[in-house]
């Protein structure tokens, strides 16, 4: 029966070409979107290292404001802590989850080769503010201000890194923002936190290190154009103490102005955009099957036109219409078989060959997820021609003939 299909498919060989050529690219396609759609998925599953709920972010920007900014800090700080349904007041810099920005760092112990990954600019009160857990050690606080060496604290993932089973306390760390990899900052590890995705949902967890962020008891200070603080809320809070955080700052500072975002709706909106180039390739791949499918059912119209006679013929000699049908939807299966086949091979040497360092299940799943598809839509556009072909009438086919 496979040889009898397989030399139906060859004598339609021009025509099955193009259909061929249509499956093997729609495999390809919907394997790549079905791996980017498991990695999404095997990363918004992982817990992202924070607690972002009742969490809000306030962005400061200080309008060309020139005179020194850590007095007004400082007193804005002690303002906000004070005001009610306000738990704590983080000054974050840059390092705000779902901001998007991530500050990129090379860090490496002794002579050991370098570590990329993030550096967190961090103050005394960022840890309990996201409840960021801590494994060993402890986060920065008042002990830290006499020490020579400044204190940092790496996650889980740096710390396996650098120091593998071995003591990460105490120990010296180098890291370099530059290029330049002669210029590097000494710090001594104080402590070891959970894995911090700083990218958010989207983020693989990664190395990343927190360094200490304080403001320095003299009124001169570096002049910023921005500043960004974390406010964590009593749960229910809305619009009515978001107004009074607003004005609390335009009173202490006086010319700056201040806009306000919960991380919610910053997480929201960051996987949004992460999303979107993964919603346009499905709109690519819906188009693509579309097309796909059209083809395939238009070819399978067109030969059973060509081949009443011989349809004629099958059911004069005995052949049921159920198994013309299937013989139909089996000619379909084989064609999409010869055509799946190559393509599958092709997307196994991407987990062979440990392409872009995602692992086997991401590729399985990505593989799957195509086999599903490009058989379904094969019998799917098989189904309505394979019913008319059942329909023939042999007495009518044969005197057409």
Same mark, same amino acid.
């Given at each position: *029966?496979?040889?009898?299909?397989?030399?139906?498919?060859?004598?339609?060989?021009?025509?099955n070409?193009?259909?061929?050529?249509?499956?093997?690219?729609s495999? *390809?396609?919907l394997?790549?979107?079905?791996s #980017?759609?498991?990695?999404?998925?095997?990363?918004m599953r992982?817990?992202?290292g924070? =607690?972002?709920?009742?969490?809000?972010?306030?962005?400061?920007?200080?309008?060309?404001?020139?005179?020194? @900014?850590n007095?007004?800090?400082?007193r804005?700080?002690?303002?906000?802590? =004070?005001?009610?349904?306000?738990d704590?007041?983080? #000054?974050?810099?840059?390092?705000?989850?779902? &901001?998007?920005?991530?500050?990129?760092?090379?860090?490496?112990?002794?002579?050991?080769?370098?570590?990329?990954?993030?550096?967190?600019?961090?103050?005394?009160?960022?840890?309990?503010?996201?409840?960021?857990?801590?494994?060993?050690?402890?986060?920065?606080?008042?002990?830290?201000?006499?020490?020579?060496?400044?204190?940092?604290?790496?996650?889980?993932?740096?710390?396996?890194?650098?120091?593998?089973?071995?003591?990460?306390?105490?120990?010296?760390?180098?890291?370099?923002?530059?290029?330049?990899?002669?210029?590097?900052?000494?710090?001594?590890?104080?402590?070891?936190?959970?894995?911090?995705?700083?990218?958010?949902?989207?983020?693989?967890?990664?190395?990343?290190?927190?360094?200490r @962020?304080? #403001?320095?008891? &003299?009124? =001169?200070?570096?002049?910023?154009f921005?500043?960004?603080?974390?406010?964590?809320?009593?749960?229910? &809070?809305? =619009?009515?103490?978001?107004?009074?955080?607003?004005?609390?700052?335009?009173?202490?500072?006086?010319?700056?102005?201040?806009?306000?975002?919960?991380?919610?709706?910053?997480?929201?909106?960051?996987?949004?955009? +992460?999303?979107?180039?993964?919603?346009?390739?499905?709109?690519?791949?819906?188009?693509? #099957?579309?097309?796909?499918?059209?083809?395939?059912?238009?070819a399978?119209? @067109?030969?059973?036109?060509?081949r009443?006679?011989?349809?004629?013929?099958?059911?004069?000699?005995?052949a049921?219409?159920?198994?013309?049908?299937?013989?139909?939807?089996?000619?379909?299966?084989?064609?999409?078989?010869?055509?799946?086949?190559? +393509?599958?091979?092709?997307?196994?040497?991407?987990?062979?060959?440990? +392409?872009?360092?995602?692992?086997?299940?991401?590729?399985?799943?990505?593989?799957?997820?195509?086999?599903?598809?490009?058989?379904?839509?094969?019998?799917?556009? +098989?189904?309505?021609?394979?019913? @008319?072909?059942? &329909?023939?009438?042999?007495?009518?086919?044969?005197?057409?003939?």
């Open positions: *029966m496979f040889e009898h299909l397989l030399t139906l498919i060859w004598n339609r060989k021009r025509a070409a193009l259909l061929m050529a249509e499956l093997f690219l495999f *390809m396609v394997f790549g979107l079905g #980017l759609v498991a990695v999404v998925t095997l990363a992982q817990p992202p924070f =607690a972002y709920a009742d969490v809000w972010e306030l962005r400061l920007t200080t309008n060309n404001d020139q005179t020194p @900014q007095p007004t800090l400082r804005l700080l002690a303002q906000l802590r =004070a005001t009610p349904g306000v704590d007041v983080s #000054l974050a810099a840059f390092s705000t989850p779902f &901001s998007g920005y991530i500050m990129s760092s090379n860090i490496r112990v002794e002579d050991k080769p370098l570590v990329s990954g993030a550096e967190v600019q961090a103050d005394d009160h960022f840890a309990s503010l996201l409840h960021l857990e801590l494994l060993e050690g402890r986060w920065f606080d008042h002990r830290d201000d006499a020490d020579k060496l400044p204190p940092i604290i790496i996650n889980r993932e740096l710390r396996q890194v650098l120091f593998g089973t071995g003591p990460a306390l105490g120990q010296v760390v180098r890291s370099s923002h530059s290029s330049n990899l002669k210029e590097f900052n000494e710090g001594r590890v104080v402590g070891v936190t959970g894995s911090y995705r700083p990218g958010g949902d989207l983020g693989a967890p990664a190395p990343a290190v927190f360094v @962020q304080v #403001l320095p008891d &003299s009124a =001169a200070g570096l002049t910023m921005s500043h960004t603080l974390l406010v964590r809320v009593r749960p229910g &809070s809305g =619009a009515v103490l978001e107004e009074k955080l607003v004005r609390t700052v335009a009173a202490v500072t006086k010319t700056w102005s201040t806009s306000v975002i919960s991380l919610p709706d910053s997480r929201a909106a960051s996987l949004e955009t +992460a999303l979107a180039p993964i919603w346009a390739g499905a709109a690519v791949c819906a188009f693509l #099957l579309l097309n796909v499918a059209l083809g395939l059912f238009g399978l119209w @067109q030969a059973i036109g060509q009443r006679a011989e349809i004629g013929l099958r059911r004069a000699v005995g049921t219409g159920p198994g013309i049908s299937r013989q139909f939807v089996a000619e379909t299966l084989v064609l999409t078989t010869l055509a799946v086949g190559p +393509a599958l091979l092709l997307a196994a040497q991407f987990p062979l060959l440990n +392409a872009f360092g995602q692992p086997l299940a991401v590729y399985a799943v990505g593989m799957g997820v195509a086999l599903v598809l490009v058989y379904g839509f094969a019998v799917l556009c +098989a189904l309505q021609p394979s019913w @008319q072909a059942a &329909s023939i009438r042999p007495a009518a086919a044969l005197r057409e003939e």
